[in-house]
Nanobody
Framework: QVELVESGGGLVRAGESLRLSCAASEVIVGIHTMGWFRQAPGKQRELVARIRSGGTTEFGDSVKGRFTISGDTAKSTVSLQMNSLKVEDTAVYYC???????????WGKGTLVTVSS
């Protein structure tokens, strides 16, 4: 059973930066997309950033210009660089990988990011 393990969450102040990383317990073949979602208390899970196997990226409107995503499909790893963090970025961040070959997506258990004012 493939597991995704996130790391890098924590408590930071507004304006600071944080980098999240995600690694699969084993290499996942046929990756189509790798990305990050987040869920704040009382809100629905939302897309933060996603990168496709061809390298194209997609960002949620609220993080455009502040967050960047990078991934390595050969290693099944994906990272999220978060700059200029805001209090409203506080959430649990989840790693997500979709594989064509497996016909399914995988989710990490989440890592908490707390941004204080």
């Amino acid at each position: 059973q493939v597991e995704l393990v996130e790391s890098g969450g924590g408590l930071v102040r507004a304006g600071e930066s944080l980098r999240l990383s995600c690694a699969a317990s084993e290499v996942i073949v046929g990756i189509h997309t790798m990305g990050w979602f987040r869920q704040a208390p009382g809100k629905q899970r939302e897309l933060v950033a996603r990168i496709r196997s061809g390298g194209t990226t997609e960002f949620g409107d609220s993080v455009k210009g502040r967050f960047t995503i990078s991934g390595d499909t050969a290693k099944s790893t994906v990272s999220l660089q978060m700059n200029s963090l805001k209090v409203e970025d506080t959430a649990v961040y989840y790693c997500n990988i979709y594989s064509w070959s497996h016909g399914r997506e995988y989710w990490g258990k989440g890592t908490l990011v707390t941004v204080s004012s």
